[in-house]
């Protein structure tokens, strides 16, 4: 059974950071690196977004999409030996609080991840992050 599991949301202030992870298991079709990972948010009343994604793009280099609004703020990394997927959110603002979600998709090999929720095949629960003005 695969879970995807979320952590390290919280309350911070504006201006702030946090360090999200998410670390799936039971994924099949291993290695880790083969899964395009992505994190999506959603805000109470709006439809759920795509933040950020990361994937395997030749066998020497990720490839990372970032929303528009996140750009120069929140950085996606993985490691692979922990299968383990970070997002690293700077300077937060109050617009950013959500509901953060982490969802895989398998590439097979290599492939530019998108934002688009229908690619995706396994969601976590979610870590809620409040920034206060």
């Known amino acids: 059974q695969v879970q995807v599991v979320e952590s390290g949301g919280g309350l911070v202030q504006a201006g702030g950071s946090l360090r999200l992870s998410c670390t799936p298991s039971g994924l099949p079709g291993l290695p880790f690196d083969r899964y395009a990972m992505g994190w999506f948010r959603q805000a109470p009343g709006k439809e759920r977004e795509g933040v950020s994604c990361i994937s395997r793009s030749s066998w020497s280099a990720d490839y990372t999409y970032y929303a528009d609004y996140v750009k120069g703020r929140l950085t996606i990394s993985r490691d692979n030996a922990k299968n383990t997927v970070y997002l690293q959110m700077n300077t937060l603002r109050p617009e950013d609080a959500a509901m953060y979600y982490c969802?895989?998709?398998?590439?097979?090999?290599?492939?530019?991840?998108?934002?688009?929720?229908?690619?995706?095949?396994?969601w976590g629960q979610g870590t809620q992050v409040t920034v206060s003005s």
């Open positions: 969802a895989a998709y398998f590439t097979g090999g290599y492939d530019r991840c998108t934002g688009s929720q229908g690619t995706y095949n396994y």
